[in-house]
């Protein structure tokens, strides 16, 4: 019975799975658009260019054109129009199936169109969208770590951040500035007594140096 519970489970995971990859591929189409295309649209299955009177399918990335009454599908340009500058005409995003099934509506549509200049296109495009790999939702640039406090040098205790030196600047220091001290001085050196320069003081009474 858990067998079964894990096999219907993993079964439902890889059809949810399949499920969002593919609304994505329908959502996003932007690496299959051609650099002539307009700018501003993450999934595009037609354009209608009225210049030439056709239609470019994005997927298949073919032309569609009416000749002798019946549509063609190429991946050049019909014949007559070999010349024809995709740069600078207008383009019209068409996202139904088949639009040149009704091409008499969109032919009388779009008809002001004709001729018209200035589009941004793709190519001069500078938005992260259309740069080479991109896939929505993970094209966050990366988060650089933050060094540790100290600015990543390794320190040791108490030596105020400073590498490799003890608290002291790396020298051994007792609080009388490295002379030995006796108990009860204070960290002063003990006093030599003061006899006049060395010569042995006489006591009291003794006339002997006279």
Known sequence: MRKLFFALTFLCSVLVF?????????????????KWGP???????????PDIDCYYYVPAKQFVYLSGGEWIHSVLLPPMYRNYNLYNGYKVVINEPHPYLNHSYYHNRYASYRGRIGQS????????????????????????????????IPTRPGNGNKPGQPGGGGRPQPGNGGVPTRPGNTGKPTAKPNN???RPQQKQGDNSGK
Do not use: E, H, M, W
């Open 121 to 152: 296109i793709i190519r001069d495009s500078r938005d992260p969208r259309y740069r080479p790999g991109y896939r929505p939702g993970n094209n966050r640039p990366p988060v650089k770590p933050k060094p540790p406090g100290n600015g990543g």
């Open 39 to 49: 700018v501003g649209y993450n999934y595009v299955q037609y354009y209608y260019l």
């Open 196 to 198: 006049g320069g060395g």
């Open 18 to 34: 399949k499920q969002t990859d593919a609304q994505l591929s329908i959502s996003f189409n932007i690496s299959s658009q051609p």
